[in-house]
């Protein structure tokens, strides 16, 4: 076993170490073939501890909370222990240091996908969440709380571990804001992409990034198509349209023309880069025909410059 103390180091920059009054949150022992694959942290934030299952009438009830936060996950390459083997001491681990456990489950008892995009964890390729097996968990140790959460691809296992050293501020708050909205800077309800598009059928893909009047999707990660790749991924009969929709500014035609190239480039990416078939997506362009919001401000026209996804399956199994 190794012991990875990542804290340290992502809080120098903080002045938040030795000498400083700051209490180090847990630090996990793990299998040699562990290492770390994405970090992150905050000496401010607020942050959702999920506290129970995601269901349809309640959603998935949570504590919410601010202070100091740290993210870190782990990649256990060619290690072929189920989530539950990799948890398991894990958790043994945390219960030993004084931790209480608040709320755990696995998969189906948590809720399934909808359930894991509430959970705000680290990005891909970092944190690989497989939704038909992850395990997670909460915990408390007075003003200290975690998160961890365990999954697996086919060939290695994942651990995202994220402790927040804080104290109550609201047991009311709303989802991740990472997730899909229906309105972007409209203050839209933000909901998972599955009960997004299977109760509105439809939603806006956020942070999408192209260069002004081109049609190139420049490069990285996007949260919004890993959510829909994952939501594609479980549910392997929907079919879905994605529209591309601009600003109120030159014609029609080239506008639409426009919107349509984009709306193809998002779909080129979910293809390429996340393997969903290209006969379950579709791209057309609206051009400027459907704002969601006024375009006499800037900030309106940057908000109708969107793509938007449209569930186009008429029957799901």
Known sequence: MICLRPACALLAVFGLCAGQAWAEPIQLDLPEDASISASDSNPATDYSLLTGPWTVKSRAPSRALEGTRIDTAWRLRGNQQTTLQILAPLRAQIEDAGYTVLYDCATDACGGFDFRYQLDLLPEPGMHIDLGDFLYLAARKGPEYLALTVSRSSNSGFVNLTTLSAGIVDAARPDNPLQIT??????????????????????????????????????????????????????????????????????????????????????????????????????QGAGWLAPITTNLTEEGRRANRRVEVVLTSTHLD
């Open 182 to 283: 229906t309105g972007a800077s409209t203050g839209a309800e933000k909901r998972p992409i599955g009960t997004l598009l299977q109760t509105e059928g439809h939603g806006i893909l956020g942070g999408l990034d192209f260069d002004s009047g081109s049609d190139k999707l420049k490069p990285g990660s996007y949260d919004s198509l890993a959510a829909l790749a994952d939501y594609l991924a479980s549910a392997p009969d929907a079919t879905i349209a994605l529209v591309g929709h601009t600003d109120m500014e030159g014609a029609l035609e080239g506008n639409i023309d426009l919107s349509k190239r984009r709306a193809a480039a998002v779909r080129a990416r979910l293809i390429s880069d996340y393997g969903i078939a290209p006969e379950r997506i579709d791209a």
